[in-house]
Each structure stands twice: as structure tokens, then as C-alpha cells.
């Protein structure tokens, strides 16, 4: 591995970055929205809720961490886009750079950007709606961290499709996070989850984050066990995501895929 | 002398179809080698290989003795390439597209390098210009600016003056030449334009049908096989290859 290698793809995000506005306005756009819409919504739950239950923690810091993850993936999946958007497989594939420091460079791209937009989350929860993360104390570091994990697994696993599949497959990548969110109880406990359900739901690592979320808002006892389980299965899935993507790479590389990849060639 | 590169019995195929016939093949320092032949011949493919994009289906390819396949990332550490189907990004500018090339080719002291090959291939005014705005003939320019980066032991060009006016591609030439005589590499050529290859190479090598089928000098070849010159060649072996091959 040399790191100025992998620091060339990420380098390489930063220029696009910096400069193009379409590419500047999403990293803080969408989840802006996101955070004051379901703040107003919070705030309206407060006012009609009888139990006098405070919703702002539970479905707002709900919303802001699984934005987090979902921006941790798009950080991994945008930064290959870019190669698939402007066809450079063969230029980037055919210079020294291994799949190992072209995932790295990946990685640490998504690491800027989704840092970014938790930033953004973090200030306009605390500043409108008074969201304010003290509440979880430490906790908010292996919150943070499993999601961050299982972002990047993702990622790396999008990547993998959309190389086997062809650039049109973006389209599968988008919605993923959207079939997988009912499992993992980003607004509901898991125990009201059909038993079926709550099978993929314990193998998805988000589920324990959101399971410790409500607890510690709650006044209960996060399950350490349950968030060690969610961090060993995100990093089992980062590797077996790493060992997937360069599976499919090279299977492209012996089918001829990289040196002829478009959209039309693939199928 | 240790070959540049050394391509021993390669072969590919796509299902039924063999594209490269087990061609065999070295590239020496200083040399220039055309790889001619009809569309279709298998010159892309036998490229394609050379840079460790497309697995052969047998056979070994060593750059300066390092191994393409087991020992990959060293091997491309000494080559480079430009083709006129592999455009640089086009939504970064000259500038950017060099020095990130550069950082993955590990070019030492690269700002003076970047700034050297712009002046070089004459894109100063294109510096901080986005390449998607470029010419072909200036977007051609900067490939082989990429292409000259590492300073390669081996120089793959696939129809590098493609879309080059008369001018400029005399230019070009002449860089490319000096570039095998001063430096340390040796560059493998393709290109259709006979006179081109005539007055550049040092060899050629005739493909057709995944085969080498001729190899020589380009300034006796045609004769010894009873044509005026090498496009006559050519057109007989896009034609008539068997004719050459019973020969």
C-alpha cells in the first residue's frame, strides 16, 4: 500500500468538490432538509402526544444518525460514480494503484464528506430544535463508529454492483438505504417488528445504534453486548465488502469489462 | 540487454472467439515497435494485456522482468500509455488531471514535472483549463503528457497523432522520438498511418487474426514481400493474409 496513491483519489474527489456547486450543495442539502422537517414534525408530536413523551431525541437524533450513515455510504458510492461518470477505468486501473489503496482513497473521501454533513446535522438539530447529543455522552463515539462502518461496507458493496452491473445499476444503489431502513428500527423498537423481519434485523448493525438510542433516551440500559455485535458484524462486513469488490474486479479484468466499460457493454 | 518488455505466448479469447493467438514478442530500450494490423486484429486487446486491464488467457507478459500478473502494481510502475479512446477526466482541468496521474505513478519532485511536460507539449494556456473544453488535438496533447509523466521504461501508444493536424503530429513525432533515443524506454506503436510508422519505427510487427503474421523493418519489409510500400502490405494483410502466411 502507498498512501500517496490513495491519497490521489481522494485529492482527485476534492478538486471535483471544490469546484461544482451541484457536487458542493448535496453534502449539506438534503439532510438540512431532512433535519427540519422532522424537527417540525417532532415539535408537533410534542404538542398532541398525551404521554408527554419528548420526541425530539428519539425520532430527530433517529433521522440525524441514520442520515449520517446514508451519507457515509453516498461518500464511498459518489467518489467511484465519479470514475464510472467520466469512463476512467481504464486510465486510473492501468496505472500502478491496487484495489486496496483505490478502496482507501474511497474510504477517506466519504470520512471528509459525510464529517461534513454531520457537522451541518449536528448544528441546525442543536440550533432549531434544541437536539443536543450530551445526552448520549460516550455512547455517541460507538454510535457513531458502527454506522460509519456499515456505511462504508455498503459503499464498497454498491461499488461492486454498479462495476458488475454497469453504470445504468446506480439506480439500485440509490434506494438501498430506503429497503433497508424498516428493518433496522430507525423510528420503532425492533420488538414490534414481525419475527421474520427481526432476523435481518440483528444482522444489520444499524439495529443495535438505533436499539441504544432509545434506550439511553429512555432512562434504560443500553445493551453493550448488542452494540459490540453491531461493531464486530460491521467490520466482518467491511471485509467481506473488500473482498467482494475485488472479486468482481477481477472478473472484470478477465472478462475485458475495465478496459470497455460503459453502459452498453456491460449487460 | 533486459527487454523493456517481453510478451511470451499470449493468448485470449471471449468464449469461441480467439482474439490473440499466442503471440510472442520483445520490445527493446531505444526501440520503437509498430503493432499494425486491420481492425480487429487483436492490437487493442494485446495492449489491453500489456497494462494489466484484461487477464490473458495464457501466456506471460514481464516488464523490464517484472511479472504483469503476479507482480502488478512494480511491473506499471514502468509503464505508461496513451489511446485516443481513454481521454483524462474531463471535468478537471489540465493541471489536476497531471498531478494526480502523477501521485499515481509516484513521480518524484512532481510540481516540476507537471509544470515541465505542460511546457513541453506546449498546453500552458490550458493550464487551469477543464479538459472536457479541450480540442482533440490539445486533449491528444495532454494524454501523451500523462503518458510521458513516470518517464516509462515501456511507452504504449495506440494511435497517439489519431487527431493531430500535419503539423502538430510532425511535432509530436519528433518528441517521441528523441523520447526513445535520450531516455531509457522503449515505446510499442500502433497506428493506420503507414507513412507514419514508416518514418518512426525501428520494427514492425504485422497482427492479423490474433497472429503475428510478418515482422521486420519497416523500410525493407515491403519489399522482401514484393510491395511498393507498407500500405500495400498492409492492405494485403487485412486482405489477403493467407496468401502472406503460405509465403
Known amino acids: 500500500m502507498r498512501f500517496h496513491r490513495t491519497y490521489a483519489v481522494v485529492l482527485r474527489h476534492f478538486y471535483l468538490i471544490r469546484g461544482s456547486f451541484s457536487r458542493v450543495s448535496p453534502l449539506f442539502t438534503w439532510i438540512a432538509v431532512d433535519i427540519v422537517l422532522w424537527g417540525l414534525i417532532t415539535k408537533y408530536l410534542n404538542t398532541v402526544a398525551a404521554s408527554g413523551v419528548n420526541f425530539i431525541p428519539r425520532l430527530l437524533g433517529a433521522v440525524l444518525l441514520w442520515d449520517f450513515f446514508i451519507r457515509v455510504m453516498q461518500g464511498v458510492t459518489m467518489t467511484f460514480f465519479e470514475d464510472v461518470w467520466s469512463r476512467n477505468f481504464l486510465n486510473i486501473f492501468s496505472t500502478p494503484l491496487s484495489t486496496g489503496e483505490y478502496i482507501g482513497g474511497l474510504v477517506l473521501s466519504s470520512v471528509a464528506t459525510s464529517a461534513i454533513g454531520l457537522v451541518v446535522m449536528l448544528i441546525l438539530a442543536a440550533a432549531v430544535f434544541g437536539l443536543s447529543f450530551a445526552v448520549l455522552g460516550a455512547l455517541a463515539v460507538p454510535f457513531i463508529l458502527v454506522l460509519f462502518l456499515s456505511g ?14 454497469g453504470p445504468s445499476a446506480e439506480w439500485f444503489i440509490w434506494p438501498i438505504p430506503a429497503f433497508l431502513s424498516p428493518f433496522a428500527g430507525v423510528f420503532y423498537p425492533l420488538s414490534i417488528l414481525p419475527r421474520w423481519m427481526r432476523v435481518f434485523s440483528y444482522a444489520l448493525p444499524p439495529s443495535y445504534v438505533f436499539e441504544g438510542l432509545r434506550a439511553v433516551v429512555s432512562g434504560g440500559v443500553v445493551s453493550m453486548r448488542g452494540l459490540a455485535a453491531g461493531g464486530c458484524l460491521a467490520v466482518i462486513y467491511i471485509l467481506l465488502a473488500c473482498r467482494i469488490f475485488t472479486w468482481v474486479y477481477r472478473k472484470a479484468v478477465r472478462s475485458g469489462l475495465i478496459a470497455r466499460y460503459s453502459a452498453e457493454s456491460v449487460s | 540487454m533486459v527487454s523493456v518488455l517481453s510478451v511470451n505466448n499470449l493468448r485470449k479469447a471471449y468464449g469461441e472467439t480467439v482474439a490473440v493467438d499466442g503471440i510472442s514478442f ?3 530500450p531505444h526501440e520503437i515497435v509498430g503493432l499494425l494490423g486491420p481492425n480487429g486484429a487483436g492490437k487493442t486487446t494485446t495492449i489491453n494485456m500489456v497494462l494489466g486491464v484484461l487477464e490473458p488467457g495464457s501466456g506471460t507478459i514481464h516488464i523490464e522482468g517484472r511479472n504483469v500478473a503476479t507482480d502488478r502494481s512494480r511491473a506499471l510502475e514502468l509503464a505508461n500509455f496513451a489511446a485516443v479512446y481513454a481521454p483524462l477526466p474531463g471535468n478537471l482541468t489540465v493541471f489536476q488531471n497531471l498531478k ?3 501521485l499515481l505513478y509516484d513521480v518524484a519532485d512532481l ?3 507537471v509544470d515541465e511536460l505542460i511546457r513541453q507539449f506546449d498546453l500552458a494556456a490550458f493550464r487551469d483549463v477543464k479538459c472536457g473544453r479541450l480540442s482533440s488535438g490539445e486533449a491528444t496533447r495532454l494524454c501523451l503528457a500523462k503518458a510521458m509523466l513516470n518517464r516509462p521504461h515501456l511507452l504504449l ?3 497517439p497523432t489519431v487527431s493531430l493536424d500535419p503539423s502538430i503530429a510532425r511535432d509530436i513525432r519528433l518528441k517521441i522520438r528523441a523520447f526513445a533515443r535520450d531516455g531509457v524506454g522503449g515505446i510499442l506503436w500502433t497506428s493506420h498511418n503507414m507513412y507514419e510508422v514508416a518514418e518512426v519505427c525501428d520494427r514492425v510487427l504485422f497482427l492479423s487474426h490474433g497472429k503475428i503474421l510478418l515482422e521486420g523493418d519497416p523500410k525493407t519489409l515491403p ?3 514484393g510491395k511498393e510500400n507498407l500500405e500495400e502490405l498492409f492492405i494485403t494483410v487485412a486482405r489477403e493474409p493467407l496468401l502472406l502466411e503460405r509465403a
Open chain 2, 100 to 102: 494526480i496521474f502523477g
Open chain 2, 223 to 225: 519489399r522482401e514481400h
Open chain 2, 26 to 28: 520483445e520490445v527493446r
Open chain 2, 157 to 159: 501508444l495506440d494511435e
Open chain 1, 152 to 165: 462504508i461496507a455498503l459503499g464498497i458493496v454498491g461499488c461492486a454492483v454498479v462495476l458488475r452491473l
Open chain 2, 111 to 113: 510540481p516540476a514535472r
